[in-house]
């Protein structure tokens, strides 16, 4: 009936990447100035212009949300009426082959609640470019394939703003009249102007330098409010360690005098990378032991390094168009991935990669916005930095690493920096790069690029006469707008396992194959078969393994990835009969309680973090990725019984584990880290029992803590759990923490990650709480975010939490389009819910797509979830 209701508003327009044309002109000189100031801001821009190729067709620059000032071509100045222009564009209709191009424009970064293009974050100004914010700045040929030499003036108050920076080197500065001052850059390295940034404010900085293989010498530089100065040590050592790292595993050194960074508390994602000025989030660069976790410093370190490793991989060279945006993602993340997985333990790097792809990628895979890494067609770009682009793009690089050998892969990075330097290029260039330096044949391996969907292998083994045969059979489900796919090329890590533990043989299996066998021969007895080790290719798996080889993997494999799974496994063979029976199968309960007390009482436990991990059922939104139809409530209360009843039956054990390590025994930090891990997963358990005395211990560790990691651990804990002073405790960690936005930030989550139907209630007075602002995506994540994440507390039969939703997205989108985008995407999935949770979910759907007023963001997730 909505479906086809004559007054749903209308479509946006599709770009499709099959329609690419060359620009019609090329800019290759950028000189800007900015007289600064928040409500006209004066931008006045001189570019270089150049016809590109032979055609007599007019000059059309993108700009949005700008005052039009005055146009000059040679100097002369352009009439009105000679010129035309939209909300959208300016088009100059008949043009020289080569001219100089002066336009003056005035925009109000105060007013720009986006966070794209120029804007104001805690009275500082700061910008955002990518995708397409350089266009909210001056009208210009905003895509990626027009690269230009930039040189940048800024004009600013000396007092407000006495710090002044750009992209490049310092060329000047000096004082003017009236207390402004001003200073020049010069980026010599030509760049999109999606790689554009501009930082002006009241900033301090911590300094510190690097000399690079060649022996040039660089200046470090962090800049943030005084206030958060001394939180960013951490982010400048990462900073060291990625550019050595990238020195040492890619060859590839830093190109320029300085490079600064700069954390702003108001920021739309992680961080950006623009050309020697990075802008960060302040979640990725603040740290200290008393405000950030263990996992916080894991984070800062990882998108330090993913922004640094883009100067190579996306900066020097970039993207041709931005269907090619894994070209520089998906090889980034491959990228920073490695550093974290060689800086500390590789296999629990792994094993949470793998949990946020399932998580958040095989989702996306699954609903009404899947794409291939490479999409065909979008309608706002945005929408399109996804963990398909990202994640599954970093898997995508990760298999042709495998299946070329680590030489041959670093051949064909080699071979493809040096030829696409300072180039607009497409996945293609890149994975012929790979093909040339290494003989191997990607044609049908290219199809990664091209097919969305998770595909699916089912592995069958059979025995016989001293020969294991593995067969293997690969599908891939139908996604929007494609159907029919093609068998993918994968490499699948296999081993087998004597009966007594040896590894008998470990290789890379090919697999290209709709059906493939693989003989394994002179095999003394049935071995134990390990498929997928180090989770090599972004497939599920349907694979029926007995208890007893999982069993036999979780004591023997030395891929820890694989141990983890096999646990995962066990646990999913306790939990998926339940959410439809209702009961625990009481022997696949005690397969999973005598496993847990094996783990725990194993003398010489491997990697602490890795045990961690074992001991942790898995998700509820993971178990609800895997179920045909998603019943929230059956999940929750089926993982919530298994949780309590192993925290009863094992309490001596976790109890045990706590104790052995509440104890700073070791010196280095990751150790630490790793028994903090531990420590806590206990002590969540030992909370869950309900027992008062378990309370007072976690009640203990908050008060007591010397550190975020175990504070938060404690609270946590706590909070979730039926604890009778929860309120107080609520209220002291605001009193202690309410100055401190980020750790601000996890107490609003925590709150709205409550598991119950209780959340709803705290959600709604949470959204009205004093610290509470739609501005900041920091703040709106931890609320509206995690609240959407929360099976129990989101997903109610009164449809209360959708509605609410709903609500706010309405309120965000006239504010910040991208975040509101975001949010709503979280009922994308509504076709795989139960009823009535589906039929809820796409009521608040029809709703807000009936709003007249949405952002094109918003329209293309609403009418893409709506679609058929
Ligand atoms: N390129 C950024 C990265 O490192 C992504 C990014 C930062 C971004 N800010 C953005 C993308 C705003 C879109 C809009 O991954
Ligand atoms: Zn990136």
Redesign the pocket.
């Known amino acids: 009936m909505l479906e086809n209701d004559v007054s749903a508003p209308a479509m946006n327009t599709t770009i499709y990447l099959k329609e690419y044309q060359v620009p019609d002109f090329l800019i290759s000189q950028v000189d800007l100035e900015f007289v600064l100031s928040p409500d006209n801001t004066r931008v006045k821009s001189r570019l270089k212009v150049t016809r590109n190729g032979a055609h007599d067709r007019a000059l059309t620059l993108c700009g949005e949300k700008l005052t039009l000032i005055s146009v000059a071509i040679n100097d002369e100045s352009v009439a009105a009426d000679a010129y035309e222009q939209t909300d959208m564009s300016l088009k100059l209709p008949a043009v020289p082959n080569e001219f100089e191009l002066v336009i003056e424009t005035e925009i109000a970064p105060q007013q720009n609640t986006e966070l794209?293009g120029l804007y104001r974050s805690s009275g500082n100004y700061c910008t955002?470019c990518?995708?397409e914010?350089f266009r909210r700045i001056t009208y210009f040929l905003d895509r990626p394939d027009v690269l230009a030499e930039y040189r940048v003036r800024i004009v600013a108050p000396k007092a407000a703003c006495p710090v002044l920076l750009s992209n490049g080197n310092p060329v000047a500065q000096g004082d003017g009249p009236d207390g402004l001052h001003w200073a020049q850059w010069h980026d010599p390295h030509p760049k999109p102007s999606y790689l554009f940034a501009l930082v002006a404010g009241d900033l301090q900085f911590i300094e510190d330098q690097f000399t690079t293989m060649s022996g040039r010498d660089v200046a470090l530089k962090i800049y943030t409010q005084s206030a958060y100065i001394n939180k960013c040590a951490h982010a400048m050592a990462s900073l060291k360690r990625s550019m050595a790292w990238d020195e040492r595993v890619y060859g590839r050194e830093y190109d320029l005098d300085i490079y600064n960074i700069v954390a702003v508390d108001d920021?739309?994602?992680?961080?950006?990378?623009n050309k020697g000025l990075n802008v960060f989030n302040t979640k990725y660069v603040l740290a200290d032991t008393d405000t950030a976790t263990d996992a916080d410093y894991e984070a800062v370190e990882s998108v330090i390094a993913?922004?640094y490793f883009?100067n190579w991989s996306?900066n020097r060279v970039t993207c041709r168009d931005w269907f090619q945006l894994s070209l520089k993602?998906g090889f980034?993340v491959f990228r920073d991935q490695e550093y974290s997985a060689d800086l500390g333990s590789r296999a629990v790097k792994r094993i949470q990669d793998v949990q946020v792809l399932r998580a958040f990628q095989f989702k996306e895979d699954s609903g009404p916005m899947a794409h291939p890494i490479r999409p065909d067609s979008y309608q706002e770009i945005?929408n399109f930095?996804t963990a398909t682009v990202?994640q599954k793009g970093a898997e995508v690089i990760r298999m042709l690493h495998r299946l070329l050998g680590a030489d041959a892969f670093r051949r064909g990075t080699d071979l493809y920096f040096a030829d696409f330097d300072g180039q607009a290029v497409t996945t293609e260039d890149f994975v012929h790069a790979l093909e040339r330096a290494s003989g191997v044949d990607l044609t049908q391996f290219r199809r990664w690029y091209s097919q969305a969907g998770t595909p699916i292998i089912k592995v069958e083994q059979h025995f016989g006469d001293g020969v294991l045969t593995l067969s293997l059979q690969q599908s891939c489900p139908d996604t929007p707008g494609q159907t029919d796919k093609l068998p993918f090329h994968m490499p699948i890590e296999v081993a087998l396992f004597s009966p007594d533990g040896k590894k008998l043989v470990a290789q890379t299996l090919s697999f290209n194959q709709a059906e493939q066998q693989f003989r394994f021969d002179n095999l003394a007895c049935k071995p134990v078969v390990s498929v997928l080790r180090y989770f090599s290719a972004p497939v599920k798996l349907e694979y029926k393994q007995s208890n007893a080889d999982r069993l036999h993997l979780i004591k023997y494999e030395d891929d820890g990835f694989v141990r983890w799974e096999s646990m995962q496994q066990l646990c999913l063979a306790m939990i998926q009969p339940a959410l439809t029976t209702g009961e625990l199968d009481p022997r696949a309960y005690q397969r999973v309680r005598d496993a847990f007390e094996a783990l725990m009482t194993d003398p010489n436990p491997s990697d602490k973090a890795v045990l961690a991990e074992m001991l942790t059922l898995p998700p509820a939104a993971y178990i609800a990725e895997l179920a045909s139809r998603v019943d929230p409530a059956a999940i929750s209360a089926v993982r919530d019984r298994c949780i309590e009843r192993l925290a009863k039956d094992l309490e001596k054990y976790f109890h045990a584990l706590y104790a052995d390590n509440n104890t700073a025994l070791d010196t280095d930090a990751q150790s630490l880290a790793a028994r903090r891990m531990l420590k806590n997963r206990a002590l969540f358990y030992l909370v869950e029992t309900g027992q008062t005395a378990y309370y007072a211990l976690a009640s203990h560790q908050y008060h007591a803590a010397s550190n975020m990691t175990d504070r938060l651990a404690a609270f946590t804990a706590l909070v979730q759990s039926h604890y009778p002073d929860r309120d107080a405790l609520i209220s002291d960690f605001y009193e202690t923490w309410q100055h401190e936005p980020l750790v601000l930030d996890k107490w609003f989550a925590i709150q709205a990650m409550r598991p119950s139907s209780e959340a709803l209630r705290e959600v709604e007075d949470l959204l009205h709480h004093s610290d509470f602002t739609l501005t900041n995506p920091n703040r709106v994540r931890s609320v509206l975010g995690a609240f959407s994440g929360n099976l129990a507390g989101f997903h109610r039969l009164d449809g209360k939490g959708y509605a609410l939703l709903v609500d706010y997205v309405i309120k965000l989108d006239q504010i910040n389009p991208?975040i509101a985008a975001r949010l709503v995407s979280s009922l994308n999935s509504w076709r795989r819910f139960t009823e009535p949770y589906a039929s809820r979910m796409r009521t608040e759907l029809a709703r807000l797509n009936m709003v007249s007023q949405l952002s094109s963001d918003v329209r293309e997730v609403v009418s893409k979830a709506l679609s058929v």
């Open positions: 794209s955002q990518e995708a914010g920021f739309n994602m992680g961080a950006m990378e993913h922004e883009h996306g993602e980034t945005n930095y990202y991208q």
